[in-house]
């Protein structure tokens, strides 16, 4: 079984990260499949850290995907050559809009909180809007109301409780003193936005062991491994910090990020007291298992 996971990645390291979590759902299920991050992230080398094939293509403009110019992009060449019995597209539903139908293999959307915006655009030859009849199954992947009909399930974390260090192993490999409690501050978002929340949060300093990670420095991934060794995290409110931090239930800070489509603030103040158990990445592969 090939699968393809299609995701942009302009900014940070989001988007990749949820292509990990799907790989390491699979191989914690032990299913044997050919399963591929294709992307234009330049965070894609965080996927070597646990082993999951990636394929790097450069970004290109939304421009390039009217239907004039689709069928010339290096994604729809790249795409098709694969040639995938299962494609995963996270959020990017404009680059396959105008050739979904020509694909033969079964498709998977997956729809976090984005303002209804994302889902039309004018092209000057065509405006277009997401049709979600295109594909097999939508999913939402974390609770939020959209413009259309989605299948909820949990969100995608990368790992499962059992799967990260203990509290003792996660402070033995930092380094850090058992006696004192600590606080992990782990944050990306855009360039420039670490050394800034840093300085702001530089008083926690007098209280707790401080360590500081953000991917744009090859920081500590996969930094949820060793949340154990928190008594406070301090990270980003965009979809992988804010639901590593739910899943564990720990006590945080976020400090949300400017984004065009998406709003911290609101996960923040819709999705703060929800709680799950179940690993939406292992409930979206027993949903591919059974397409």
Same mark, same amino acid.
């Given at each position: 079984?090939?699968?393809?996971?299609?995701?942009? $990645?302009?900014?940070?390291?989001?988007?990749?990260?949820?292509?990990?979590?799907?790989?390491?759902?699979?191989?914690?299920?032990?299913?044997?499949?050919?399963?591929? /991050?294709?992307?234009?992230? #330049?965070?894609? =080398?965080?996927?070597?850290?646990l082993?999951?094939?990636?394929?790097?293509?450069?970004?290109?403009?939304?421009?390039?995907?009217?239907?004039?110019?689709?069928?010339?992009?290096?994604?729809?060449?790249?795409?098709?050559?694969?040639?995938?019995?299962?494609?995963?597209?996270?959020?990017?539903?404009?680059?396959l809009?105008?050739f +979904?139908?020509?694909? @033969?293999?079964?498709?998977? =959307?997956?729809?976090?909180?984005?303002?209804?915006?994302?889902? !039309?655009?004018?092209?000057?030859?065509?405006?277009?809007?997401?049709?979600?009849?295109?594909?097999?199954?939508?999913?939402?992947?974390?609770?939020?109301?959209?413009?259309?009909?989605? @299948?909820?399930?949990?969100? %995608?974390?990368? #790992?499962?409780?059992?799967?990260?260090?203990?509290?003792?192993d996660?402070?033995? @490999?930092?380094?850090?003193?058992?006696?004192?409690?600590?606080? /992990?501050?782990?944050?990306?978002g855009?360039?420039?936005? =670490?050394?800034?929340?840093?300085?702001?949060?530089? *008083?926690?300093?007098?209280?707790?062991?401080?360590? *500081?990670?953000?991917?744009?420095?090859? $920081?500590?991934?996969?930094?949820?491994?060793?949340?154990?060794?928190?008594d406070?995290?301090?990270?980003?409110?965009?979809?992988? !910090?804010?639901?590593?931090?739910? *899943?564990?239930?720990?006590?945080? /800070?976020?400090?949300?990020?400017?984004?065009?489509?998406? !709003?911290?603030e609101?996960? +923040?103040?819709?999705?703060?007291?929800?709680? =799950?158990? @179940?690993? $939406?990445?292992?409930?979206l592969?027993?949903?591919?298992?059974? %397409?």
């Open positions: 079984m090939k699968v393809i996971y299609l995701t942009s $990645g302009a900014t940070g390291s989001g988007r990749v990260v949820r292509g990990i979590s799907i790989g390491n759902a699979f191989r914690r299920k032990e299913i044997e499949c050919d399963y591929t /991050i294709l992307s234009g992230s #330049r965070f894609s =080398f965080l996927a070597d850290s082993n999951i094939k990636h394929l790097d293509i450069p970004l290109e403009d939304v421009e390039c995907f009217s239907q004039k110019e689709c069928q010339d992009t290096i994604f729809y060449q790249t795409l098709l050559s694969q040639n995938p019995e299962i494609i995963i597209v996270d959020l990017i539903w404009f680059t809009h105008h +979904i139908n020509e694909l @033969e293999c079964k498709k998977i =959307f997956l729809c976090r909180q984005v303002d209804d915006s994302f889902f !039309s655009i004018d092209f000057p030859d065509n405006p277009i809007s997401f049709q979600p009849e295109n594909y097999d199954r939508v999913l939402a992947i974390e609770p939020f109301k959209g413009n259309f009909t989605m @299948e909820s399930i949990n969100p %995608l974390v990368l #790992r499962n409780r059992d799967e990260i260090l203990s509290r003792d996660a402070i033995s @490999e930092l380094k850090l003193n058992p006696n004192r409690e600590v606080c /992990i501050l782990s944050y990306s855009h360039p420039g936005d =670490f050394k800034r929340v840093k300085k702001t949060y530089s *008083y926690l300093e007098d209280l707790y062991q401080m360590v *500081y990670t953000t991917t744009y420095e090859e $920081g500590i991934f996969p930094v949820m491994d060793y949340y154990s060794a928190s406070l995290i301090v990270c980003g409110a965009g979809y992988n !910090s804010f639901w590593e931090v739910i *899943y564990l239930n720990k006590e945080a /800070i976020f400090v949300p990020t400017g984004a065009i489509f998406e !709003s911290g609101r996960r +923040i103040r819709e999705c703060q007291e929800y709680s =799950f158990n @179940e690993n $939406g990445a292992d409930q592969i027993d949903i591919i298992m059974n %397409l």
